[in-house]
């Protein structure tokens, strides 16, 4: 656009002032003069450069004008300059040419080293697996490609693409990526992490959350749904109605520490009988024995468990989970969220936040800051105890129960990968 020359006051002084119009970003784009020949020499000054500017405009396809727009735009709405963003590419670019003839390595290996670094510092086998799982989705398609040849914006694009993550997932996995590019340096087989080249995700606060009644009848119907389903009945409950946290029922500790089988925490550590549990020290995350008291609709759930044969340590615990979930179209799985309502809801039932902590193996302070200041409502504890085999069973012949299905097997309630 020609700009327009006028004569203004400004702080009750002549200057001559050129409108250019909006600039890239809709914003308007003007320039003072104190004198009118200076005003001249830009105009001047801006022929010349729209010659030049025009000439290889008009020489580009207009496919290249529109990528190119589209390019400065998303530069802009990152505000970042078309500058910096190349001086990046070409410090990235240098740092990854030396080690384009030289010491090497594939995405896939480096994950593979990634993996044997974490079993060897204690993760349990199943962790491990998850995680190598995880950076492949991101492999996908490059799994032999040279770790160092990828560029910070691949893995941004492919971050960007999943917008259904939360802001604290997002974090949990730039810290993976960031971990797993750790490595490649660490073995000489990258120079540069690029994930320090990613927009950072700052400290995300806690949410503080419980599954409402609905969802948690919904889960164990699920679990009650089909035979194979029914062997993660038992942590669920344990989970549910017992307090216990995953780690505790999968052993993740003892594992750790190389204990056998018959260390591990099982059946033989619940007493059913007269309502209790047994953490003991190797199974219990904070290294303090607990005994857990059961309540009536605990036990009635763990005898349903036992008769079902559902494994302690639970087996497939992670697609059996998975499965529940996507058969009853659950999309968000509260970390360690079956524990936080079962001692939201013991509160109602002792009336008394230390007993509370007797069993969940926590303090008061946590106990006070993720649980009581929910103020869930004392006769919505009261359903939670009520929720029991019988009343899960009667639920799954419901016309309800039909509709929670065909909710979830709906087409728009699918996820797509």
Known sequence: MKPTKRQILKRGQTRWEL??????????????????????????RC?????????????????????TITTLQEISAKELTLGRVW???????LESGKLSTGNSQTYADVVEEFKRRKLAAGKTQRYVKNTGDFLMTF????????????????????IDFHKDWSL?????????????????????????????????????GVRVEIYPNETTQNILA???????????????????FGCMRPE?????KALAAGMTEKQLFGWHDIDLENGRILVRVEIAKTGDQRTIRLQPA?????????????????VNERRLIDQCCELIGLKAWIRDGLRKNCATHLRAVYKNDYDVVKDCGNSIRVLLKHYADLHVPEKTSKAHWEITPKTVRKYLKSNEWKEVLEKASAPANSSSE
């Open 298 to 314: 605990a036990v009635e759930w763990l005898k349903l468990a036992k008769k079902l044969e559902s494994p302690l340590p639970p």
């Open 87 to 93: 001086a990046d590419y070409q410090k990235w670019s």
């Open 248 to 252: 505790e029922i999968s052993s993740v």
């Open 168 to 204: 604290s997932t997002r974090r949990t996995y730039m810290l993976l990526f960031s971990s797993l590019w750790a490595v490649a340096i660490a073995k000489g087989w990258a120079t540069l992490n690029i994930v320090d080249r990613l927009e950072p995700v700052g400290k995300v």
């Open 19 to 44: 409108d250019f119009g909006l600039d890239t970003a809709g914003k308007k784009k003007r320039k003072l003069f104190k004198s009118e020949a200076e005003a001249d020499a830009e105009l001047e």
């Open 47 to 67: 022929k010349k450069l729209e010659k030049s500017y025009g000439e290889y405009w008009l020489l580009m396809s207009p496919l290249e004008r529109q990528s």
């Open 139 to 158: 492999g996908k398609g490059r799994e032999r490609q040279n770790i160092h040849e990828i560029t910070p914006a691949e893995l941004e694009t492919w």
């Open 222 to 240: 699920a679990a009650l749904a089909n035979p194979q389903t029914q062997k993660i009945l038992a942590p669920l409950v344990l989970g549910l």
